[in-house]
């Protein structure tokens, strides 16, 4: 049958059109449900309408009530929907219990952002990542969530490995996650030999954080255009998770100190605490970081609770002691400027039209030279390994083996600094 949109366009055989449907709890709901709204977009699905139903406790078998679930079925039929999304996240037999029922293809908010990221990702380690976190979604559901999506085909929630791995059994599907958890653990270890490297040469790193869609990556295009590398710049669009692997780029102020800006993947209310730990790896760069830079929809009405789902998220992930720089992008729209900033140190910008990105350079030279000390260290020969903390950490500039101690002098972190200050000279 031929569909068509609002626009009386005819709508593609991969386009889909849904129904929000979302569990009133007394948490915010009405901002998880705008947000659930704009992963579908960025999914490419058409979103037909919302339903939400306040309730205490979800139905084991079908999660909403029956009746419930009565109005959806006819909602569906009329507004010629094909799929259900739900924005919490249903177990196997609720799936197969609700697609029996409607008629429908029916997923959950972890199976759109899981697509989402299938969709999204580039790199060998971020399709192993999405990969692992797929199966690890999928394996307590294969007696229902299984053979759900294997009677409908293709669509949503099959990407990446999906379609591939649906007909495997529980060991085959366990032997798959070991063997990307294997090698996973092999990138990582490039990556922490790369990041020894960059901490060897004395670089100091600037990792860009915050909510999906603040504007990080147009961030890391101004500055690069500020220092005449246009031609490496990242792909920055306005949508959730436009980024997904972690960007890396050297920049090299006229009038500064050299830094390696990095690139990492949005924060999203609810994000799957599998899709968490498959990029913890990923994102514990962000661990080792000489200057966190916190970036914040100013435009957005409800930014404090992004702020704070980014802050858990990221104690979460690697509880960092780095120093902090708010970032409040998008003042090119917003309404006011924020007010009660707290986080640190705050510096309103908008990457679009560059304004006060001069000022978020001059704030980025102060953090990162005042994050390290240039002081001299007499080490006993029985510290070899505070030795080598510091030459792994800082940027050693001459070590001298005298009678009783090693003495290396340079420039380290302050961190280190405060650990070793009583050995200094």
């Known amino acids: 049958m031929v ?9 593609r055989e991969d386009e889909y059109r849904a129904i929000l449907v979302g569990a009133d709890m007394g948490d915010d709901t009405e901002h998880s449900m705008r947000e659930l ?35 959806l079925a006819e909602l569906c039929e009329a ?55 797929q199966l690890q979604y999928r ?15 293709g669509g949503i929630g099959t990407r990446g490995p999906g379609e591939k791995k649906l007909e495997t059994d529980r060991r085959h599907i366990a032997g798959r996650i070991d063997d990307i958890k294997a090698e996973l653990k092999k990138a990582a270890r490039v990556r922490d ?47 959730l998770f436009a980024t997904l692997d972690p960007q890396h780029r050297r920049i090299t102020p006229e009038n500064g100190r050299e830094f390696i800006l990095i690139d990492t993947v949005g924060f999203v209310s609810r994000l799957p605490h599998g899709l968490v730990e498959a990029f913890k790896s990923t994102l514990e760069e962000v661990r080792d970081a000489d200057l966190l830079i916190h ?19 990221m104690d979460e992930i690697c509880g960092t002691s780095a120093a902090r720089l708010m970032a409040y992008n998008k003042m090119d729209i917003a309404d006011s400027v924020p007010e009660d900033v707290s986080g ?30 240039e002081a001299a260290f007499a080490f006993p020969y029985n510290m070899g390994g505070a030795v080598s903390r510091l030459c792994e950490n800082g940027k050693v500039e001459s ?15 302050l961190e280190d600094y405060n650990r070793y200050r009583q050995y200094e000279v």
């Open 3 to 11: 569909r068509f949109n609002e626009n009386n366009e005819v709508l």
């Open 193 to 239: 030999t790369q990041r020894a490297e960059r901490v060897r040469t004395g670089i100091p790193t600037v990792a860009l954080m915050g909510y999906t869609n603040s504007g990080k990556s147009a961030i890391m295009n101004r500055i690069l255009a500020m220092t005449e590398k246009d031609e490496k710049t990242v792909s920055s669009k306005d949508m």
């Open 344 to 373: 640190g140190p705050a510096v309103f910008i908008s990457a679009k039209t560059g304004m006060n990105m001069e000022l978020l350079m001059e704030m980025i030279q102060q953090a990162i030279d005042g994050n390290m000390v």
């Open 37 to 71: 709204e704009g992963l579908a977009e960025a999914d490419g699905i058409e979103v037909a309408g919302m339903m939400t139903q306040p309730m205490e406790h979800p139905n084991a078998a079908t999660f909403i009530g029956r009746g419930k679930l009565e109005e």
């Open 139 to 153: 394996m307590p559901r294969l007696s229902g969530f299984g053979r759900s999506l294997s009677r409908l085909g």
């Open 295 to 313: 970036v914040v929809d100013s435009s957005y009405e409800n930014r404090d609770f992004q702020i704070d789902v980014t802050d858990r998220v």
């Open 399 to 413: 070590i001298e083996y005298e009678a009783e101690a090693t003495v290396l002098r340079g420039r380290f972190r």
């Open 79 to 133: 507004m010629e929907v094909d799929t259900v999304i739900f924005n919490d996240e249903l177990s196997g037999i609720q799936i197969r219990n609700l697609e029996d029922a409607l008629g429908v293809r029916v997923i959950d908010r972890t199976i759109l952002i899981l697509d989402i990221f299938a969709d999204r990702a580039v790199s060998r380690e971020g399709k192993l990542q999405v990969e692992l976190a």
